[in-house]
């Protein structure tokens, strides 16, 4: 289990990842396919073509930590998080530790949020 701090922004790559990338290969991957800096203390979380294994990368101020899972009798559902021509995503911490699970998405309802009305 993740715990993470709101400040932590997560972003999904959509497009499949080598799972034979090392840590500077995911770093890579973060700036070309993401468009984020890799040592901005964020989650970038990359799956498999199959969608049955997932790395995730994170800076901690020490160094690149790798996370690394393997569902073995299902598939990470993102249904819910594609759209044609998109690279990427980005994720709430509680939607990233359901989609770990093996939970799908796809017809989960987001309840409206309160939002600061901005000021002048």
């Not at 709101?6 to 999904?12: A, D, E, G, K």
């Not at 840590?23 to 990359?46: I, Q």
């Amino acid at each position: 289990m993740l715990t993470l701090p709101p400040t932590v922004r997560i972003f999904v790559s959509l497009a499949p990842a080598d799972m034979r990338c090392s840590l500077d290969g995911l770093a890579a991957l973060t700036r070309e396919v993401l468009k984020e800096d890799p040592f901005s203390g964020h989650l970038f979380v990359f799956f498999n073509r199959r969608r049955n294994r997932t790395k995730i990368l994170l800076w901690d101020r020490s160094g690149l930590c790798l996370y690394y899972k393997r569902l073995e009798k299902s598939v990470f559902k993102l249904a819910a998080f594609e759209q044609a021509g998109r690279a990427r995503a980005e994720l709430e911490a509680a939607e990233l530790a359901l989609i770990l699970e093996g939970i799908d998405l796809a017809h989960a309802r987001r309840r409206p949020r309160w939002k600061p009305e901005k000021t002048a």
